[in-house]
Structure formats: structure tokens, C-alpha cells
């Protein structure tokens, strides 16, 4: 089983820094591409950040500048570090991870999701 555990959000004033990470643990036998998504009441979710495991990065146009997304692969984690804070932010924050693993020598690919954790940026 994997799990991927999220971590990092809170509530910021407009301007403010948050950084979000993403750990997963369990039966991995590698962890291709990473990504975060968001969320907001009564809207779709959101790809805002997506890395490969060859490192190449791609951010929604909106958080371009702003946002990071790096991963450390030693530690199986995903991170988001969100500067310059906006109230149009504000969301419930997914990470996501596509993943392999084995069943005896059968080879498994499955996207996995974290619990998602709340950013909320207002004055």
C-alpha cells in the first residue's frame, strides 16, 4: 500500500510564503512525475505544478514566478514553495504522484493522492 501525506498549509496574509510537501511511503518501486493540484469551492481542480523524475518542471500560467516545485528523491517528497501569496490562492492543495510498484514480479503503475491540506490567503 502507498501513502502520500501532505504537510505545510495554514493561513497567510496577501504577500506571504507557504511551503507545501508531500511524502510518500510504502510498496515503491519508483516514482515517476509528481504534481500538485488545487481545489477551490465550486471549482475544478487545478494542475498547478507537475515535475518529472528527470527534474523538467511545468507551472500553470497564473503561479508562474511565484511558485517552485522541487523534488528530493532520496526522501520520496514532493515540495511546493508558494511566495508571493495571492487571495485567489486560497484552495484546498493535492499532491500527486504516479506511481510503480510490484506484485510478486508483475509491474504496477497507479496515481496516488494526498489528503490535501488547506492554503488560505486573506487580509
Known amino acids: 500500500q502507498v501513502q502520500l501525506v501532505e504537510s505545510g498549509g495554514g493561513s497567510v496574509q496577501p504577500g506571504g510564503s507557504l511551503r507545501l510537501s508531500c511524502a510518500a511511503s510504502g510498496s515503491i518501486a519508483r516514482i515517476n512525475d509528481m504534481g500538485w493540484y488545487r481545489q477551490a469551492p465550486g471549482k475544478q481542480r487545478e494542475l498547478v505544478a507537475a515535475i518529472t523524475s528527470g527534474a523538467s518542471t511545468n507551472y500553470v500560467e497564473s503561479v508562474k514566478g511565484r511558485f517552485t516545485i522541487s523534488r528530493d528523491n532520496a526522501k520520496n517528497t514532493v515540495y511546493l514553495q508558494m511566495n508571493s501569496l495571492k487571495p485567489e490562492d486560497t484552495a484546498l492543495y493535492y499532491c500527486?504522484?504516479?506511481?510503480?510498484?510490484?506484485?510478486?514480479?508483475?509491474?504496477?503503475?497507479?496515481?496516488?493522492w494526498g489528503q490535501g491540506t488547506q492554503v488560505t490567503v486573506s487580509s
Open positions: 500527486n504522484a504516479d506511481i510503480s510498484y510490484y506484485i510478486g514480479r508483475t509491474y504496477y503503475t497507479n496515481a496516488y
